[in-house]
């Protein structure tokens, strides 16, 4: 998308059973981001509907994912897989429908951190070396494993699979991703963890 301050297009009614064109108006390249965010949350909420991720439904660890883009000021395609970058892995969608949806390059985001083959060790491997070819991608995948890890504080045996999976993790990637968010999560990995009650 240009990065033009303003942007005239025909604005789609968002009436998903029958959308109607309505007449032209002046849009931001922003707006539209965001409201396509808007769809791509509400698909994911969808999409991960009876999914649980630990004690809370599934978007709790999407809002976790896009929070950490956002506090690093990411918003665009990224702010976008965000909501959908678990949805090839976890459930029946695919890769098609998030492209003619959300658009490839969210596709090629999401795709990108999509583990594929049958142990976790395998799954990482491919996801390391897609990534690897959308470099963008392993911006998104960093948010994923920082929220993942920060959520970890009250689960030994999950921190300990990250801090496990860490080497591995940062050859794979190393020179890829923000610094700031390497910084975050080898905090997040090296902080204790706390034992629940009950």
């Known amino acids: ?11 789609i009614a968002q009436d998903l059973a029958s959308p109607t064109l309505v007449s032209p108006c002046v849009v931001s390249p922003a707006d539209i981001f965001a409201a396509i965010e808007v769809e791509a949350r509400r698909f994911a909420e969808e999409r ?49 429908e998030i492209a003619t949806r959300f658009g490839a390059e969210v596709a090629g985001l999401v795709w990108a951190v999509t583990g594929v083959g049958p142990t976790r060790k395998a799954r990482n491997a491919a996801m390391y070396e897609k990534i690897r070819r959308t470099p963008d991608a392993a911006i ?38 923000d610094p700031r968010q390497w910084t975050r999560l080898r905090l997040a990995l090296e902080s204790p963890t706390v034992p629940t009650e009950g």
Not at 65 to 80: C, M, N, P
Not at 150 to 174: G, H, I, N, Q
């Open 1 to 11: 998308m240009p990065e033009r301050p303003d942007l005239v297009v025909p604005f």
């Open 48 to 96: 991960h509907a009876a999914q649980r991720y630990g004690e809370h439904p599934y978007t709790f660890h999407l809002e976790k994912v896009r929070a950490v883009l956002t506090e690093l000021d990411y918003h665009g395609h990224l702010g976008i897989a965000a909501w959908l970058h678990d949805v090839v892995e976890d459930t029946t969608t695919t890769c098609d």
């Open 140 to 177: 998104l995948k960093l948010a994923d494993r920082i929220a993942n890890v920060e959520a970890s504080r009250t689960r030994p045996d999950k921190r300990r699979m990250y801090r496990d999976e860490a080497p591995d993790f940062e050859r794979a990637l190393v020179g890829l991703g």
